[in-house]
């Protein structure tokens, strides 16, 4: 007797329901916001409302008939992989080098800017969620999920929710990093708002919030370049830059399964389990962007040689499928949280005062940087800075377009050319990621690292006047 999967079981169509569900949502969602007013004033992207709505009818299904609408462990693969995909379709666009005006911050400034924002949540949240511990108990270094969520995005807050669940024990860690990255988009929300009516107050802004922001019409030369491969021949150019991406991410598996081989060795003992093993699975989108850039620089190197001669990345697609995968990332992380924890006092108290503060430190720190360091587009560098830092860079965007619509300024340019320097300033405290939650002591000693790299940032930011005011020193004496 032949057995084998029916076209008529659950498990056929299950993953096709639950995609059709989340692009409901989505498009429910964004319906709402073009035709409810006050929605739209919220600035708040579709993808993070139609995840809201999803949430509360999947928790009254699972209430109402014992079954949940989704699968949770579906809507985790969606957030994880999406986040890796969207970022290796960024990596593999053309980028043209940024033009700085003279004087004014750039990439550099910007990376500095943006790492220090993750220090100051980290320092705070690692601060709070320590201090937490010794009243109500809980996991001592949960706060350090404040980063991931509000500055990383729903992504990193799910990657290293669930490896502080399943390596060091902090129960629903998973939907404590979740939300957290949910109520940063909530935190965008009402800080954009906050700054944009101060804004209006001072007479430097006169449209409705949410307004309609109409792109210039699309034109040949925007959607292909004049070398790029034909839209249809006998491989469709959208399968083209799919294949690229799919065949990138793949990459970084590979290499990442190579190196939780040598760890299952245990040749890097306790070491390799509880430090390397998250690292590299925790940071899947960091490894599939190096290795994006590397099919990109060996499709260049190709066509130097003339073994190819066409171009086969298109910058217009590979925004579309980015686009693309960070929505289904967005709306699956909201709809995957575990609404039953928050019955629990010792995961609702750090995260209501942990949310709260990251968005009042955040907001401090940006507009006390932005006054100083971006002297010349200040409000744009805020906006775009803030909504980055607490959401993610389309969060940015959105609020940069109420005062920048045409992107005149630096500041949209900044969104893309600080993630080089961000990851080389970063990179220490992606270390220490896995090193706190072993112990209280790690978690202490991470702590003081974090506020060290904190003041060196802010020297990086501030070096000029540092300098200036050293050299107006000298020249005295």
Request: with cysteine; hydrophobic share 50%; net charge positive.
């Amino acid at each position: 007797m032949i057995t084998g999967m029916n076209l008529w079981d659950t498990g056929v169509w299950s993953f096709v329901v639950t995609i059709t569900i989340l692009f409901s949502a989505m498009m429910l969602a964004n319906i709402l916001r073009n035709t409810v007013k006050f929605i739209r004033r919220l600035m708040i992207p579709s993808a993070v409302v139609g995840g809201f709505i999803i949430l509360v009818i999947n928790f009254a299904v699972k209430e109402l008939t014992g079954t949940a609408l989704l699968e949770s462990a579906t809507l985790e693969m969606l957030t994880y992989h999406g986040l890796g995909l969207g970022f290796v379709a960024m990596a593999l666009r053309s980028s043209e080098k940024q033009v700085e005006r003279k004087g004014q911050p750039g990439g550099f400034d910007s990376g500095a800017t943006v790492v220090g924002g993750y220090l100051l949540q980290a320092a705070v949240g690692l601060g709070l969620s320590l201090g937490l511990y010794k009243i109500l108990g809980g996991f001592f270094a949960s706060g350090l999920l404040l980063p991931m969520g509000y500055g990383q995005g729903p992504g990193q807050a799910y990657n290293w929710g669930k490896n502080y669940e399943n390596l060091f024990g902090f129960e629903y860690g998973t939907s404590f990093g979740l939300t957290v990255a949910a109520m940063g988009f909530v935190a965008a929300s009402i800080g954009g708002i906050i700054y944009l009516n101060r804004m209006r107050r001072k007479g430097l802004l006169k449209n409705e919030l949410g307004s309609d922001v109409h792109d210039d019409e699309l034109t040949a030369d925007k959607i292909t370049g004049g070398n790029e491969i034909p839209l249809s021949e006998s491989m469709d150019k959208f399968t083209v830059q799919l294949a690229l991406v799919f065949f990138a991410y793949t990459l970084a598996y590979l290499f990442m399964y190579g190196i939780n081989c040598i760890i299952e060795t245990g040749v890097l003992g306790n070491f390799g389990v509880n430090t390397v093993q998250p690292l590299i699975w925790g940071f899947n989108f960091l490894i599939g962007t190096l290795f994006a850039l590397l099919l990109k620089a060996v499709l260049k190197a190709l066509q130097k040689k003339k073994i190819i001669r066409r171009e086969y990345c298109n910058n217009f697609m590979m925004n579309r499928i980015s686009g693309f995968m960070f929505d289904i990332m967005v709306v699956a992380s909201i709809a995957a949280i575990n609404l039953s924890a928050f019955a629990h006092v010792e995961f609702i108290v750090p995260l209501i005062l942990l949310c709260v503060l990251g968005a009042v430190v955040t907001y401090i720190y940006l507009d006390y940087l932005c006054k100083h360091i971006y002297k010349d587009f200040r409000h744009e560098a805020f906006l775009s800075l803030y909504g980055m830092q607490t959401g993610t860079a389309s969060t940015g965007v959105i609020l940069l377009r109420e005062i920048d619509p045409r992107f005149e300024t630096m500041a949209a340019s900044n969104l893309v050319y600080h993630q080089p320097w961000a990851m080389v300033f970063g990179f220490p405290m992606m270390l220490l990621m896995s090193f706190a939650p072993q112990s209280v002591t790690n978690a202490l000693i991470t702590l003081g690292v974090v506020v060290v790299l904190f003041a060196l940032m802010m020297v990086i930011n501030f070096r000029h006047r540092i300098f200036k005011k050293a050299y107006a020193r000298k020249a005295k004496q």
